[in-house]
């Protein structure tokens, strides 16, 4: 199985720089993914990785070591509308392919 | 509107009951999950669909949930019996099966169970 590991909360302000962690515990790893999810709204997907180093979409960027079993999402120049939850997802290398999700980190983005 | 449609949104019903929840993937979509999310925590794998075939379901599902997708278009879950511990938000999401896997996810349908 599958059990992934972000923290519950993180406070920044507007303008700053924010890393959310993600340790994952996988027995068939095929990539990482983030989605953001604002209250009462659906997941939306930010990024993904296969394989080690960066991906850089805009101001939000995410990182992986495969050989750690850790990932991370930054997100830069940090707006009020960034504040909702951020998971993180371990991608099975199956057929179905199916996304198992963290708990969540909560970001406050204060002016 | 080409994204995922779920309806409907809101369900609430008395314990016992059966509910069922439709899904309108993105059309172009093979795949199709259902997850589900309570308060605080993340998506959980509930069950998925390539086509119309049922290939992958979450061992912690019980034989009170069932879901179908005939002719590999729209899918519905239907939860009979419903126990106060079914309360949640039932994720539908759709993808294309390419590398990043990407899901996308409709609104959701919320069930309280009374």
């Known amino acids: 199985g599958q059990s992934l590991e972000q923290p519950s909360e993180v406070t920044a302000v507007e303008g700053a720089i924010v890393q959310i962690n993600c340790t994952y515990q996988?027995?068939?790893?095929?990539?990482l993914s983030w989605y953001q999810q604002h209250d009462g709204g659906a997941p939306t997907f930010l990024s993904y990785?296969?394989?080690?180093g960066l991906e850089e979409t805009g101001r939000f960027s995410s990182f992986l070591s495969r050989s750690d079993s850790y990932g991370y999402l930054l997100l830069q120049e940090l707006q009020m509308k960034d504040s909702a939850s951020y998971f993180c997802?371990?991608?099975?290398?199956?057929?179905?392919?199916?996304?198992?999700f963290g708990d969540g980190t909560t970001l406050t983005v204060k002016p | 509107d080409t994204g995922v449609s779920q309806n409907p949104r809101h369900k609430i019903t008395k314990r016992g009951q059966n509910v069922t929840f439709r899904c309108d993937p993105i059309?172009?979509?093979?795949?199709l999950y259902w997850y589900r999310q309570t308060l605080g925590q993340g998506p959980e794998f509930l069950t998925y669909?390539?086509?119309?075939?049922?290939?992958?379901k979450s061992r912690l599902l019980s034989d009170r949930f069932s879901a179908e997708r005939p002719k590999g278009s729209f899918s519905t879950l239907e939860i009979q019996r419903t126990e106060q511990g079914d309360s949640a938000m039932y994720l539908c999401?759709?993808?294309?099966?390419?590398?990043?896997?990407?899901?996308?996810f409709g609104e959701g349908s919320r069930l309280t169970v009374l």
């Open positions: 999401a759709s993808s294309s099966g390419l590398q990043t896997g990407e899901l996308f």
């Open positions: 996988t027995s068939g790893f095929y990539g």
């Open positions: 990785n296969a394989l080690d």
């Open positions: 997802a371990v991608r099975a290398n199956t057929n179905a392919g199916k996304s198992t």
């Open positions: 059309s172009e979509h093979n795949r």
């Open positions: 669909f390539q086509n119309e075939a049922q290939l992958e």
